[in-house]
């Protein structure tokens, strides 16, 4: 068996802002999932206040990936963990990104959007350039 852990920290709802609860109740379906496809690696789930004391509510959902006594990964807050709309194959490859498990995936399944992004950005530099030289061609 690896030695990797995972620990899934959750918040009392009573202590935890309203968008924080069912994120955390998301990962947590998702790593039991992740934890029957991968029996190899060891999933643990914590409550944070009885493993961190003072643990500040936005950083919940927390996991921490260990191997062998040495933190390997982290994801610390609603974003690193993958944001709201989370899919489970997305978290999956999040930890085999740091070792923790061997997918199948073949790339990322966020991919496609990170690609959309980049190319907004590009065709918006693109056009700032242009508008600024035909400005400064215009002078």
Known sequence: ????KFYASEEEPLEFPELG??????????????????????????????????YHDNCLP????YKNGQIEGKFIGIIECGGI??????????????????TDLEENPKKGIADMMVSSI???SIYDSDSSNSDNDAK
Do not use: D, Y
């Open 1 to 4: 068996m690896k030695e990797f």
């Open 21 to 54: 609860v069912p994120m955390c109740s998301l990962v947590n379906q998702h790593l039991s999932l992740l934890a029957r496809k991968f029996p190899e690696t060891k999933f643990l789930k914590a409550i944070v206040n009885s493993c961190i004391e003072h």
């Open 62 to 65: 927390t996991i921490f990936v």
């Open 85 to 102: 709309n989370l899919k489970l194959e997305e978290l999956e490859w999040k930890l085999s990104e740091v070792g923790a498990i061997q």
């Open 122 to 124: 590009r065709n918006i």
